[in-house]
């Protein structure tokens, strides 16, 4: 089902987590760089632009925020139909990545291709390690507002490194970044405090981090997330908890990813928008035609607003708690036909 990495391993420990190695990277020991010591890196990134290479649009766009007129950075992925995961990159790929100063990576086994066989002197600045993500967890970390605080900093600290006749500029244009994404976050925070019972299920676990920073509680069947974390078919209860969830108005929002539709993710789509749940798409990479990585999330969060504000003004189109605890007792007599029905 296109997850190749468990989503739910870094629930409980997700915000202690990604704050301890925030503090390791203000620190300075919170990302992997070529060796200080190395003269040829030094030589190679002494004057002109930085070449920075991203695997994912989505952390190109903040390197190109933090880099400015002193970094040209070019991201490989950079299609919203293609999948990470699988990507095999072309040898013009490859070559790019090897003559970079920087590459910049996503990690936690998302996208090793990237960073397979590099030049020694290639630094590498990693998502993944920044925050301690590891193989096996959620590796969507550009939707974490820590990840991306992490990261800005990591990648300022690394050009500021490599070209420390621009460290002023990266410095400016960070707290330009912070400035912007800090008002998003502001605006999430108030979301979080004006909504009660914020709940979403989700057909993949893609914006996992971004539901859980503004506010909403995951109610996807457990059954059915191992099943996806573990890229196997859902058996066909857990194919049946969820459609029964979405009929009994269980949750208020579904999270659909369209780059991994199939026919059962489909009909959890079909069923969401008969009982006019909003549906919220959302694609692994960057769509185009977004400026940065705060634009898109600021879109998606706009949007989230939007449906769950008109869901706050119209009873009709809100679910409750009250029929969510009803849609996993399994003993309605809706619950009953739904069961009939799949059998």
Not at 30 to 45: F, I, L, R
Not at 168 to 191: G, Q, V
Not at 201 to 207: G, K, L, M, Y
Request: glycine fraction near 6%.
């Amino acid at each position: 089902m296109g997850i190749r990495t468990s989503s739910y391993r870094l629930r409980a420990a997700a915000a202690s987590l990604v704050a301890l190695a925030l503090a390791a990277t203000l620190a300075g020991c919170g990302h992997v760089v070529a060796d200080d010591a190395s003269p040829t890196a030094s030589a190679s990134a002494s004057s002109g632009p930085l070449t920075v290479v991203a695997s994912l649009n989505q952390w190109g766009s903040l390197a190109a925020q933090i880099g400015g007129d002193d970094a040209k950075v070019t991201s490989i992925l950079s299609s919203t139909t293609a999948d990470a995961h699988d990507f095999e990159p072309t040898a013009k790929d490859v070559k790019t990545l090897h003559a970079a100063d920087v590459v910049v990576v996503n990690g936690a086994g998302y996208d090793d291709w990237a960073s397979k066989n590099l030049p020694s002197t290639t630094t590498v600045v990693s998502a993944a390690d920044i925050v301690g993500a590891m193989d096996g967890d959620n590796p969507h970390l550009w939707f974490s507002r820590d990840a991306r605080y992490a990261m800005a900093d990591a990648l300022r600290e690394t050009f500021a490194r490599l070209r420390g006749q621009d460290a002023k500029s990266f410095d400016a244009n960070l707290e330009t970044w912070k400035k912007k994404e800090d008002a998003l976050e502001k605006r999430i925070e108030a979301f979080g405090k004006e909504h009660d019972d914020l709940t979403y299920a989700a057909t993949e676990s893609v914006a996992y981090y971004l539901m859980n920073d503004m506010g909403f509680e995951d109610k996807t069947p457990a059954g059915y997330a191992r099943a996806m974390a573990s890229e196997a078919e859902p058996a066909a209860a857990d194919v049946r908890d969820f459609r029964r969830l979405l009929s009994d108005d269980g949750v208020r929002l579904l999270v659909n990813n369209p780059q991994e539709q199939n026919e059962t993710t489909q009909g959890f789509v079909d069923i969401a928008r008969k009982e006019k749940m909003p549906v919220l798409d959302v694609t692994e990479q960057m769509p185009p035609d977004y400026a940065d990585l705060t634009a898109w999330i600021g879109a998606l969060f706009d949007a989230v607003e939007q449906d769950m504000d008109t869901c706050r003004d119209s009873a009709k189109d809100c679910p409750t708690d009250e029929s969510g605890d009803a849609a996993n007792d399994g003993n309605t007599e809706q619950d009953r036909a739904v069961n009939e029905g799949d059998d």
